[in-house]
C-alpha cells in the first residue's frame, strides 16, 4: 500500500468577530501562538485546553512557523482592535472604583427574611 500524500486543510476558521479559531473549539489562535511562543509544547497546549485536537495545534503551529509574519501582523491588528474596544468601554462606564463598590457589596448584611 502506498502512502497517500494528499493537502489537509487548514484547522482554522474566521468567526463573525474576525478570529481565527482553531478546528471546531472557541479556543483563538491568538491562545496557540501565545503558549508556543511562551515555550509550550502542542502537547502541553491540549492539555491546557482539552477540547483542541493535538494534530490541529501541530498544523497551525506550522502554520505560525511558515507564515510568522503574516500571523504576527494579524496578531497586532487584533490587539489594536481589543486596546480600541476597551478604551470605548472604559469611556462609557469608568472601573476605576469598581473594586470599592465590589467589596462594600460584599461587607452588607446579608437580609434572610426573618
Same mark, same amino acid.
Given at each position: 500500500? @502506498?502512502?497517500?500524500?494528499?493537502?489537509? &486543510?487548514? &484547522?482554522?476558521?474566521?468567526?463573525?468577530?474576525?478570529?481565527?479559531?482553531?478546528?471546531?473549539?472557541?479556543?483563538?489562535?491568538?491562545?496557540?501562538? #501565545? @503558549?508556543?511562543? !511562551?515555550? @509550550?509544547? @502542542? $502537547? $502541553?497546549?491540549?492539555?491546557? *485546553? &482539552?477540547?483542541?485536537?493535538? #494534530?490541529?495545534?501541530?498544523?497551525?503551529?506550522? *502554520? *505560525?512557523?511558515?507564515?510568522?509574519? !503574516?500571523? $504576527?501582523? *494579524?496578531?497586532?491588528?487584533? !490587539?489594536?482592535? =481589543?486596546?480600541?474596544?476597551?478604551?470605548?468601554? $472604559?469611556?462609557?462606564?469608568? &472601573?476605576?472604583?469598581?473594586?470599592?463598590?465590589?467589596? =462594600?457589596?460584599?461587607?452588607?448584611?446579608?437580609?434572610?427574611?426573618?
Amino acid at each position: 500500500m @502506498a502512502l497517500s500524500i494528499a493537502p489537509q &486543510p487548514l &484547522p482554522l476558521k474566521r468567526d463573525v468577530d474576525g478570529a481565527m479559531r482553531v478546528g471546531s473549539t472557541q479556543v483563538t489562535l491568538d491562545t496557540v501562538v #501565545a @503558549a508556543f511562543s !511562551e515555550g @509550550a509544547t @502542542a $502537547e $502541553e497546549i491540549i492539555y491546557q *485546553y &482539552p477540547s483542541l485536537q493535538l #494534530a490541529d495545534v501541530y498544523a497551525v503551529i506550522g *502554520y *505560525y512557523l511558515r507564515r510568522r509574519s !503574516e500571523v $504576527e501582523d *494579524y496578531l497586532r491588528r487584533r !490587539e489594536r482592535q =481589543a486596546d480600541k474596544i476597551r478604551q470605548q468601554n $472604559e469611556s462609557r462606564w469608568d &472601573p476605576s472604583d469598581i473594586r470599592d463598590r465590589l467589596l =462594600a457589596r460584599r461587607m452588607r448584611p446579608k437580609h434572610t427574611g426573618d
